[in-house]
């Protein structure tokens, strides 16, 4: 008897017929694909937060064009911009405004519930308009400002930011304001 030599047959993936080969990914492919949408959604997700803080500060800056014209218009009425007076920190101001441009005195009012949202910050009853972060838009006007160079503002209108807080009642890096903060008064 002769026996003859036979070869197992090769597939066509090269890999010999009596074998099995087993699909998909090793564990370390894995933890490498993880780790690489892991780190892609961590900067999409900075990136998102960022876009929020963006769009945020715009749509404050958007209100105080609105509050700028409110303010203009009154202006024209009353012939000064609603008081403020011994309030260097705008909160006084800030209830002061809010009563000013709801007043319904001579063109009045100046503003309608659905232009801005409100808030009682100090729950006395008296309400500020709020910015996106819900806390009270603050405002400044001494009747002094109306004797400055006609360059210079009349008024202050400023929020304190992401951060909620103005850093020691003066403007920080991150409160939204009406002027140039790079430029000096």
Same mark, same amino acid.
């Given at each position: 008897m002769t026996r003859s030599h036979t070869t197992p047959q090769a597939s066509s993936a090269g890999v010999p017929a009596g074998r099995r080969v087993r699909g998909g990914f090793t564990l370390v492919e894995m933890l490498v694909v993880i780790a690489i949408i892991s780190i892609l959604g961590? /900067?999409? /997700? &900075? &990136? /998102?937060?960022? $876009?929020?803080?963006?769009?945020? %500060?715009? $749509?404050?800056?958007?209100l105080f064009l609105k509050l700028k014209a409110a303010l203009d218009r009154y202006e024209m009425d009353f012939q000064d911009y609603p008081p403020s007076e011994g309030d260097m920190e705008g909160m006084v101001g800030a209830e002061s405004l809010m009563r000013c441009l709801k007043t319904e005195y001579k063109g009045g009012p100046y503003i309608d519930d659905s232009d801005v949202k409100? #808030?009682?910050?100090?729950?006395?009853? %008296?309400? %500020?308009? $709020?910015?996106?972060?819900?806390?009270?838009?603050? !405002?400044?006007?001494?009747?002094? !400002?109306?004797?400055?160079?006609?360059?210079?503002?009349?008024?202050? /209108?400023?929020? $304190?930011?992401?951060?909620? #807080?103005? %850093?020691?009642?003066?403007?920080?890096?991150?409160? #939204? #304001?009406?002027?140039?903060?790079?430029?000096?008064?």
């Amino acid at each position: 008897m002769t026996r003859s030599h036979t070869t197992p047959q090769a597939s066509s993936a090269g890999v010999p017929a009596g074998r099995r080969v087993r699909g998909g990914f090793t564990l370390v492919e894995m933890l490498v694909v993880i780790a690489i949408i892991s780190i892609l959604g961590g /900067l999409t /997700l &900075a &990136a /998102l937060g960022k $876009a929020r803080t963006t769009s945020k %500060e715009k $749509a404050v800056q958007a209100l105080f064009l609105k509050l700028k014209a409110a303010l203009d218009r009154y202006e024209m009425d009353f012939q000064d911009y609603p008081p403020s007076e011994g309030d260097m920190e705008g909160m006084v101001g800030a209830e002061s405004l809010m009563r000013c441009l709801k007043t319904e005195y001579k063109g009045g009012p100046y503003i309608d519930d659905s232009d801005v949202k409100s #808030v009682d910050s100090n729950s006395n009853g %008296e309400f %500020e308009i $709020a910015d996106e972060w819900n806390q009270p838009i603050r !405002y400044i006007h001494h009747r002094d !400002y109306r004797n400055t160079p006609p360059n210079k503002r009349t008024f202050r /209108l400023m929020s $304190a930011g992401p951060d909620r #807080v103005f %850093e020691n009642g003066m403007q920080g890096t991150d409160d #939204v #304001v009406n002027w140039n903060k790079d430029k000096p008064d």
